[in-house]
């Protein structure tokens, strides 16, 4: 009895060495991990670009992690798909959230998900970052809790004004998605242009997934534009677009760059394509995080960063992240890691491009991070502004015409 004690004694001895050799990585040798929800549309309306973000998200972390991390902290990303989908997106930041326990949820496109998406994130104290248009997503910026890293829609709506004004159109007419989105851009627009003196010659907001609108689009064409502004997504542009054609209207299209691409081109055929104006967001193609962002995305998607926006946003959504997260410090809630938004982002700081440039002179005071997709310089909702490309659908081709500043 008294050699079994001693066999399990020894046994118990050489189970604990074993065990408290791993202790040392979590119990103070290094910060924890920063977790970060990947909650992008890989499937729905935006699936055109949501793989490209989660890519754009994780190689940033990379980047991130390869200089040393942030305040000490590897960075870890989990991903999700919402489905371009407001309860779908709940369901899936709601298992970021409580399963994966993230810090923050990053690249939410759709206004719908984001609008469902950061209520519950700031209740939880997480982080959200999204590229989402809704004018009504400023209101939910509380104090830091939520960035936006694309212009919002009114601002697009305006960008779309200027380009009818500028083209000679008299009489634009408006047709929108039922949601926060299409709301948003096409009520931009007819601010921004009654604002100049003009009058909407007709308006029609309609539903989503209908398996024909040859109503509503005979309801627009009765008000008889010379251009219809569109605040839509690819499938039900493709149909309207169809519908249109086919009731013989030769006037003229101004639309969303997700809308009007290669795909539309190849669904309706050069001539019922010819002549659309695509409207988008640009990126910062001159800056040096452009640069490294184009080099990272080029290795993972074969196709240039430009051909993404949202994903250029997407990088900088984390390296903005990163480097507030390296100015907060290592024990930082994320509240108090948002607070550090502006610090790294707006002037009048040192000017930097990438994380580890920015780390490095953080530790000499206020920096600038310049973003692969802008200037990055939030207002006091969390909102940036930008610059749009406009562009125009010439023999089955955009072509590239005039940039609008934002």
Same mark, same amino acid.
């Given at each position: ?10 046994? /118990? ?17 290094? %910060? ?5 929800? &990947? ?8 699936? !055109? ?11 940033? @972390? ?25 309860? &779908?997106?709940?369901? $899936? ?9 993230? !810090? %923050? ?19 939880? #104290? ?7 248009? @809704? ?18 829609? $009114?601002?697009?709506?305006? %960008?779309?004004? @200027?380009?009818? +004004? ?12 039922? #949601? ?9 627009? !007819? $601010? ?53 054609? !086919? ?18 081109? %190849?669904?309706?055929?050069?001539? +019922? ?32 960063? +430009? ?8 990088? *900088?959504?984390?390296?903005?992240? $990163?480097?507030?997260?390296? @100015?907060?410090?290592?024990? &930082? ?12 982002? #707006?002037? *009048? ?13 953080? =530790?000499?005071? =206020? ?23 406009? /562009? ?15």
């Amino acid at each position: 009895m008294v050699h079994l004690s001693r066999r399990r004694f020894a046994a /118990s001895i050489a189970s604990l060495a074993a065990s408290t050799a791993f202790l040392p990585r979590f119990a103070g040798a290094q %910060a924890p991990e920063f977790r970060i929800g &990947a909650l992008c549309p890989i499937t729905g309306a935006g699936a !055109q670009y949501g793989a490209g973000m989660q890519r754009a998200i994780q190689f940033a @972390a990379n980047q991130v992690n390869a200089a040393g991390g942030a305040a000490g902290r590897q960075l870890r990303v989990f991903t999700e798909d919402d489905q371009t989908q407001p309860e &779908a997106g709940v369901l $899936a930041a709601k298992k970021l959230i409580e399963v994966n326990q993230v !810090q %923050a949820v990053v690249g939410t496109w759709a206004s719908g998900v984001t609008l469902a998406v950061i209520p519950m994130a700031v209740r939880a #104290n997480v982080l959200a970052m999204n590229v989402s248009g @809704a004018p009504d997503i400023s209101a939910l910026h509380n104090d830091g809790m939520s960035w936006r890293f694309h212009p919002t829609n $009114a601002e697009f709506g305006k %960008a779309f004004a @200027a380009v009818c +004004a500028k083209q000679g159109y008299k009489r634009p007419a408006l047709m929108g998605f039922n #949601n926060a989105f299409g709301l948003g851009l096409t009520g931009g627009f !007819q $601010a921004a242009w009654e604002k100049g003196g003009g009058t909407i010659a007709g308006r029609v907001i309609y539903e989503p997934r209908r398996p024909s609108y040859r109503g509503e689009v005979q309801e627009i064409l009765r008000a008889k534009p010379d251009v219809i502004v569109m605040g839509s997504y690819l499938a039900d542009t493709t149909l309207i677009m169809r519908e249109a054609f !086919q009731e013989g209207y030769e006037g003229r299209w101004i639309m969303p760059g997700w809308s009007a691409n290669d795909q539309l081109v %190849a669904a309706l055929g050069p001539q +019922a394509t010819e002549g659309v104006i695509s409207m988008d967001t640009i990126p910062n193609e001159g800056s040096g995080a452009f640069k490294s962002f184009d080099d990272e995305y080029k290795r993972a998607m074969n196709v240039s960063g +430009a051909s993404n926006v949202f994903a250029a946003m997407s990088y *900088d959504m984390v390296i903005s992240l $990163a480097l507030a997260l390296e @100015a907060a410090g290592p024990s &930082a809630s994320p509240r108090e890691i948002g607070q550090k938004m502006r610090l790294v982002a #707006n002037p *009048d700081g040192t000017k930097v491009y990438g994380f580890a440039e920015g780390k490095d002179a953080l =530790k000499r005071g =206020k920096i600038n991070y310049e973003g692969a997709s802008g200037a990055l310089d939030f207002d006091e909702f969390g909102d940036v502004k930008g610059n749009f490309l406009m /562009s125009v659908i010439e023999k089955g081709r955009l072509v590239r015409k005039d940039v609008v500043a934002g």
